[in-house]
T-cell receptor, first 113, second 113 residues
Framework: DTAVSQTPKYLVTQMGNDKSIKCEQNLGHDTMYWYKQDSKKFLKIMFSYNNKELIINETVPNRFSPKSPDKAHLNLHINSLELGDSAVYFC????????????FGQGTRLTVV | KNQVEQSPQSLIILEGKNCTLQCNYTVSPFSNLRWYKQDTGRGPVSLTIMTFSENTKSNGRYTATLDADTKQSSLHITASQLSDSASYICVVSARAAGNKLTFGGGTRVLVKP
């Protein structure tokens, strides 16, 4: 009965490959997010979707393309992976509104070699 | 530029002792401030959420304070337990489209027996 689940938990791949990370939430939330946690442990938002509609798109290379087939899923596809893409990627969800709690997935540790 | 700074970066305390973590922010317009606990290899979990009108909020042995005038917050851990070993992240939400969250770099707490 995991609230926000991401797969895979670990991903090791070579430079230049294309990979996807999947995220699903069963909380009935209407907003989902992708965050990147770098080596210094800062979490930075990449994308935010509300009811399948993109509402936040930070300065992220267009090699990163989120896909939201429905409001319970927000997948992240990355083309032409680079060494600098190595990080932990977190999916999160919340109900729209200023004071709602965001629930995070367990993270996907991506290592590009 | 919206920023959240935390101090100290890390600290070690003995089991049973208290400690206080600090957070300074420049996020504007301010909506709310959250403290998250992140265990190693896991996603962040919310401890408290405070709006500008709230000075203090408790969650068990965790007590957060907020001074919206000086833009400072603190998280006090009382009678620390080994399970308190984690990173504690201060997160500030701005009143803007998508309620964008700005994350601090976290304070790594290690509780020793």
């Amino acid at each position: 009965d995991t609230a926000v689940s991401q797969t895979p938990k670990y991903l090791v791949t070579q430079m230049g490959n294309d990979k996807s990370i999947k995220c699903e939430q069963n909380l009935g939330h209407d907003t989902m997010y992708w965050y990147k946690q770098d080596s210094k442990k800062f979490l930075k938002i990449m994308f935010s979707y509300n009811n399948k509609e993109l509402i936040i798109n930070e300065t992220v290379p267009n090699r990163f393309s989120p896909k939201s087939p429905d409001k319970a899923h927000l997948n992240l596809h990355i083309n032409s992976l680079e060494l600098g893409d190595s990080a932990v990627y977190f999916c999160a969800s919340s109900q729209a509104g200023s004071f709602t709690e965001a629930f995070f997935g367990q993270g996907t540790r991506l290592t590009v070699v | 530029k919206n920023q959240v700074e935390q101090s100290p970066q890390s600290l070690i305390i003995l089991e049973g002792k208290n400690c206080t973590l600090q957070c300074n922010y420049t996020v504007s317009p301010f909506s709310n401030l959250r403290w998250y606990k992140q265990d190693t290899g896991r996603g962040p979990v919310s401890l408290t959420i405070m709006t500008f009108s709230e000075n203090t909020k408790s969650n068990g042995r965790y007590t957060a304070t907020l001074d919206a005038d000086t833009k400072q917050s603190s998280l006090h851990i009382t009678a620390s337990q080994l399970s308190d070993s984690a990173s504690y992240i201060c997160v500030v939400s701005a009143r803007a489209a998508g309620n964008k969250l700005t994350f601090g770099g976290g304070t790594r707490v290690l509780v020793k027996p």
